[in-house]
Each structure stands twice: as C-alpha cells, then as structure tokens.
C-alpha cells in the first residue's frame, strides 16, 4: 500500500533551516526564524545583477479537472531532479489557503515523494502572512465604516458606492451577502457587505507585487474605496490607512524559506487565486530565490488561460522579468475527462476520448507560442495509463514540435523527472529572448479584454451588461483605463462556464462587472459566475482532518 502524503513527509529526513540557507549561500544572521525548520528571509538579499543572471521556469497546466493534473508535484520533483542533475535550483510557489485545505484538497503542499516540507506547517497557518492579510485588509474595511460612521470628517463617504469587501481564510458560503451595522446609531451605519476569501483580496494581490515596503505603502494607499456624495473619487490614502495596513505587512512582505522532500531550498510566499487574481508567487520570492540560484522553478494557478497569462502579462510586466522556459502538465487521465469519458471511468484506458481531448493541450500548448515560447509537455503518469494512451500524446506532440517527458516524480522524487529537468535545462540555456506580452496597455480597456478572450480562450466575440458598461466609464473617468487587465474567469472551461469542457468553439465571453484594482495595479473583469467566497463541499476535508493527545496530526492529503 503507498502511503499517504501526510505520512510520507513525516518519514522525511528534515534538515534544520539554516543547513538549506547555508548550501544556498545565505548566512544564517540574515534568518529570521519560525522554529527550527522555517525562516523568513529579508529583502535586502536580493541582488538585481544576479536575478538577471539566473533562469526562470514556469510550471503551466491544461484546464483543471475533478481528476487533477499535479502541477505543484510537477514543480517541487522538476526542482528536486534539477539538483540531482547537479543544477542550483529553487522552487518558488504560492502559500496554500486554509479555504482550500479544509474545504477540498486537505492539503496543497505537493504530493507523493514530490513535496514541501514541514508539511503540517505550511498547510496550517504557515508564518502567518495569509492572516496578516487578512488583518490588513479588515482594518481598511473598520476604517471606511469608521467613516461612515463619523459623517462628513473629513469627507462624506456614499455608502452605496463602497467597493471595498471584508475577506476570511476559509470557505464560508453564508457570508457572500450580509448586512452589517444593524442594532442601533452607535453600532455602525446599516449597509450590505460581502466576504471574499483572503487569497482573492487585492491586499493579497499587493503584497505579492509590491518590491519592497515603500512600494508596499503606495500599492496600498492606491486602493480605491469609493465615492463621496459630490461624486469625489476616495482612495484608501483619503482614509490615511496604508501606513497601518502596511505595518501589519511588515513581516508578511518577507518570503518564506523551507525544503523539499530531498532538501532542495523551496521559498514559499503569497497566495493569490488565478481565477480572480494574478495566481503567482510574491515577486520579492521570486527574485530572491533567483539571487541564490542557477533556476528557479515556479508554478502558476491552473491552467495557461488564467495563471499563465497572468504571469506574463502582468507579474512579468510589473517587475520586468521573463522565463527561459515553460512547462505544461497534463494527464492521460485528464485529457481523457475533456474527451467526454465519464470520472468514474478514468482509470480505464479509451483511445479515442483521449484523441478528442488532445485539442484542450493543443490550446495551452499555442497559448504558450502566443507568447514565443515552444513549450514542454509534462506528463504526470498514473498505474492506469496505458502504453497506447502515453505513445498516442508523445506522437501527437512530437507533429507539433513540442517535445514530451513522462513523469514520475510523485513516485520517485526527483529521479522521477530527470528526463524532463533535462528538456528544461537545455530549453532555458537557449532561451534568452525579451518577453512579448499579449497585449499594448495603451489600448482601449475593451479592446485589451477582447484579445486575452480571442487569444487565450478562443471565443469569438465579448459581451458587456449594462452594469460593466457603466464601470468601463468609470474606469475611463478615473483615469485608470491604461492598467493591465486581470480576468476573473472560471478555472474549469477555456469558456466562462464552468460545464463546458476541453476546447470550445463559436462561443462569446460575458462580462457581467469590472472591478477596479488599483493598488495591485490592474483592473478585474469578471466572466460568467465567478464566485469569491467558496463554500464547503457535501463532505469536506475538514471531517477527516484531526490530530491526536501527541500532536500527530492526520487528514492532511
């Protein structure tokens, strides 16, 4: 029987923090620590001569599945087989969101022998830095109601026009509408309110842009809150709010320093969702895991129409960087699923549904060319794939150009990805080209929306209510219209409908709203029914989750 995540990382051989540090060349007075396996690291290690000197690869996906593709496995066992091949590797990533743990995956650390550790840990609270956000962001709401309350000093806030939403680290469904402010004059101004799940807060897109804490401050002064009665744009600065908002950050800004299963340095930072925010990493990780290494491996959230786009467009342009190399994950066992074969029946080999859902790769696989860059399809393999599924993806890959590696790494750690580390390696020593991004943001804010729909998506045409045609004006009137574009857009479906899968045609892209993010620096059109605060599945993690009188904790899988 294979043992479970959970347990395979309690077997692990775990080094003190300051032993990985050291063999990445930090010395261990720059650590700050949170026990004996975690330390935060400070931001001015960061060396811009050596970042520009280092590799980047990204870690993409075709579109998410119920039978999961394991993108963050991929990554951690990329990074591992990188330095078994003798390359100084990082994997950077994102912190997982206690929604997610208790609610569906019961853990987001990676998986199998392909994992970070310590695993408990990073799953449950980490260093802190999602609660920060949290506090952050919940003293600018205290602040606006503050207000409210206290009318006309030093402006009259309009309450209707409050964009601003409360967020919380875990999925609560019954907290997406409320009214708050009931119980009389001195319990606050009555109004409707919403939670949003910390990760899809911009205070968390903020934290994961800004480059340092002066940057930080602005970002977060920028936020727009909303209008006075005369029409007045207010702005969280308006509030004086950022200079606390951003001493509550003043830890929670620093990456997280931890291991891999095989003691390869994995720097942990930010956790922003891609189907709402960027779905990348803190730049401050990035560049420092890029201070300290030859490669760094990253990932981006879900697949190359969200979290890569994303990346690109908007991480890569806010901080001037580019990859020299991406990766995409795919399943026999996912492709299998956009080919109609039913999840009861995915373990079962079925040539033909896996040729029909070949064309969801082909899309992230021409997304990714859409951005000059001839991706590496990785293939994660299960026990069930047969020989015939694997030659039949290898050989329609190879018609492509695009070369292929079978992957095992939630098997065997990183000797389960030395073919691909290989591929990547060779790939990013080649690869040195500027980025080109997808679009000018010069460009009218329709027309930067229309190309992301036609080029990453594939639909044909973009549909605006009346209310996002009344945003989109008041976006032009805040000036704010030359900002990139971050498309809040199901996860599941090139489409925005979530039941539509592998790769659609002839279909339009409704934006049914558009929020402004000025802090982070981007404007949030959102396709279709995207929800912000997810809720508990029938049977969530959280009931198998549980931990014993010696601190053992099970569940986490």
Same mark, same amino acid.
């Given at each position: 029987?294979?043992?479970?995540?959970i347990?395979?990382?309690?077997?692990?051989?775990?080094?003190?923090?300051?032993?990985?540090?050291?063999?990445?060349?930090?010395?261990?007075?720059?650590?700050? +620590?949170?026990?004996? +396996?975690?330390?935060?690291?400070?931001?001015?290690?960061?060396?811009?001569?050596?970042?520009?000197?280092?590799?980047l690869?990204?870690v993409?996906?075709?579109?998410?599945?119920?039978?999961?593709?394991?993108?963050?496995?991929?990554?951690?066992?990329?990074?591992q087989?990188?330095?078994?091949?003798?390359?100084?590797?990082?994997?950077?990533?994102r912190?997982?969101?206690?929604?997610?743990?208790?609610?569906?995956?019961?853990? /987001?650390?990676?998986?199998?022998?392909?994992?970070?550790?310590?695993?408990?840990?990073?799953?449950?609270?980490f260093?802190?830095?999602?609660?920060?956000v949290e506090k952050a962001?919940?003293?600018?709401?205290?602040?606006?109601d503050?207000?409210?309350?206290n009318?006309?000093?030093?402006?009259d806030?309009?309450?209707?026009?409050?964009?601003? #939403?409360?967020?919380?680290?875990?999925n609560?469904r019954?907290?997406?509408? %409320?009214?708050?402010?009931?119980?009389?004059?001195?319990?606050?101004?009555p #109004?409707?309110?919403?939670?949003?799940?910390?990760?899809?807060?911009? $205070?968390?897109a903020?934290l994961?842009?800004?480059?340092? @804490?002066e940057?930080?401050?602005?970002?977060?002064?920028?936020?727009?809150?909303?209008?006075?009665?005369?029409k007045?744009?207010?702005?969280?600065?308006?509030?004086?709010?950022?200079?606390a908002?951003?001493?509550?950050?003043?830890?929670?800004?620093?990456?997280?320093?931890?291991?891999?299963?095989?003691?390869?340095?994995? %720097?942990?930072?930010?956790?922003p969702?891609?189907?709402?925010?960027?779905?990348?990493?803190s730049v401050?990780?990035?560049k420092l895991?890029l201070?300290?290494?030859?490669?760094?491996?990253?990932?981006?959230? &879900? /697949?190359?129409?969200?979290?890569?786009e994303? &990346?690109?467009?908007?991480?890569m !342009?806010?901080?001037?960087?580019?990859?020299?190399?991406?990766?995409? $994950?795919?399943?026999? #066992?996912?492709? =299998?699923?956009?080919?109609?074969?039913a999840?009861a029946?995915?373990?079962?080999?079925?040539?033909?549904?896996?040729?029909?859902?070949?064309?969801n790769?082909? =899309?992230?696989i021409?997304?990714?060319?859409?951005?000059?860059?001839n991706?590496i399809v990785?293939?994660? !393999?299960?026990a069930?794939d047969?020989?015939?599924?694997? =030659? *039949?993806?290898?050989s329609?890959c190879?018609?492509?150009?695009?070369?292929? /590696?079978?992957n095992?790494a939630?098997?065997?750690?990183?000797?389960?990805?030395?073919?691909?580390?290989?591929?990547?390696?060779?790939e990013?020593?080649?690869?040195?080209?500027?980025?080109?991004?997808?679009?000018?943001?010069?460009?009218?804010?329709?027309?930067?929306?229309?190309?992301i /729909?036609?080029?990453? +998506?594939?639909a044909?045409?973009?549909? +605006?209510t009346?209310?996002?045609?009344?945003?989109?004006?008041?976006?032009?009137?805040?000036?704010?219209?030359k *900002?990139?574009i971050?498309?809040?857009?199901?996860?599941?479906?090139?489409?925005?409908?979530?039941? $539509?899968?592998?790769?659609?045609?002839?279909?339009?892209?409704? @934006?049914?709203?558009?929020? %402004?993010?000025?802090?982070?620096? &981007? @404007?949030i059109?959102?396709a279709?029914?995207i929800?912000?605060?997810?809720?508990?599945? =029938?049977?969530?993690?959280?009931e198998? %989750?549980?931990i014993?009188?010696?601190?053992n904790?099970?569940?986490?899988?």
């Amino acid at each position: 029987m294979v043992p479970s995540d959970i347990n395979i990382a309690k077997a692990a051989k775990i080094k003190p923090i300051y032993e990985i540090a050291s063999q990445m060349g930090i010395a261990e007075e720059n650590l700050e +620590y949170f026990g004996r +396996y975690k330390a935060k690291l400070p931001l001015h290690l960061i060396d811009e001569e050596k970042v520009k000197k280092s590799r980047l690869i990204l870690v993409t996906a075709i579109t998410p599945t119920p039978a999961g593709e394991g993108k963050t496995t991929i990554s951690i066992g990329l990074a591992q087989a990188m330095n078994v091949l003798g390359h100084k590797t990082t994997v950077v990533l994102r912190e997982p969101s206690l929604g997610p743990v208790f609610g569906v995956k019961g853990g /987001a650390a990676g998986g199998g022998y392909s994992q970070v550790i310590p695993m408990e840990d990073i799953n449950l609270h980490f260093t802190g830095d999602i609660a920060a956000v949290e506090k952050a962001n919940n003293l600018l709401a205290a602040l606006i109601d503050n207000q409210l309350q206290n009318k006309g000093k030093p402006f009259d806030l309009d309450p209707r026009t409050i964009s601003w #939403r409360r967020v919380m680290d875990m999925n609560d469904r019954s907290l997406r509408d %409320i009214v708050i402010g009931l119980g009389g004059r001195t319990q606050g101004v009555p #109004r409707q309110d919403v939670f949003n799940i910390t990760a899809a807060s911009e $205070v968390m897109a903020i934290l994961c842009l800004s480059k340092d @804490i002066e940057d930080l401050k602005q970002r977060l002064g920028n936020i727009f809150v909303g209008y006075t009665y005369d029409k007045q744009a207010i702005y969280a600065r308006d509030l004086n709010a950022q200079g606390a908002m951003a001493t509550l950050l003043k830890d929670a800004i620093k990456p997280n320093l931890v291991q891999t299963l095989e003691n390869t340095p994995a %720097i942990i930072h930010g956790g922003p969702f891609a189907n709402i925010a960027q779905g990348t990493n803190s730049v401050v990780a990035t560049k420092l895991g890029l201070t300290f290494s030859d490669f760094v491996v990253t990932e981006a959230g &879900f /697949a190359s129409d969200l979290g890569a786009e994303k &990346f690109f467009d908007i991480k890569m !342009r806010s901080c001037g960087l580019h990859p020299n190399a991406v990766v995409i $994950v795919a399943t026999v #066992r996912a492709l =299998k699923y956009h080919g109609n074969q039913a999840i009861a029946e995915l373990s079962t080999p079925n040539v033909e549904a896996l040729r029909i859902g070949l064309a969801n790769l082909d =899309k992230h696989i021409e997304n990714m060319k859409a951005f000059h860059f001839n991706p590496i399809v990785a293939i994660n !393999r299960f026990a069930s794939d047969s020989e015939e599924e694997l =030659k *039949l993806i290898e050989s329609h890959c190879s018609k492509m150009g695009v070369k292929v /590696a079978l992957n095992e790494a939630w098997a065997k750690g990183g000797k389960g990805a030395l073919s691909l580390a290989e591929m990547v390696v060779e790939e990013a020593k080649k690869h040195n080209k500027e980025l080109s991004y997808l679009y000018d943001t010069e460009l009218p804010v329709e027309e930067k929306i229309e190309i992301i /729909a036609r080029k990453m +998506y594939g639909a044909t045409k973009v549909e +605006y209510t009346a209310k996002a045609r009344t945003q989109l004006k008041t976006i032009s009137d805040l000036q704010l219209d030359k *900002l990139p574009i971050c498309i809040a857009k199901t996860q599941n479906s090139l489409s925005d409908n979530p039941k $539509v899968r592998n790769r659609p045609e002839n279909f339009a892209i409704t @934006i049914r709203d558009i929020e %402004i993010a000025s802090g982070a620096g &981007f @404007i949030i059109p959102i396709a279709g029914e995207i929800i912000r605060m997810p809720g508990l599945p =029938k049977v969530p993690s959280a009931e198998v %989750i549980d931990i014993d009188k010696e601190g053992n904790i099970t569940g986490l899988f």
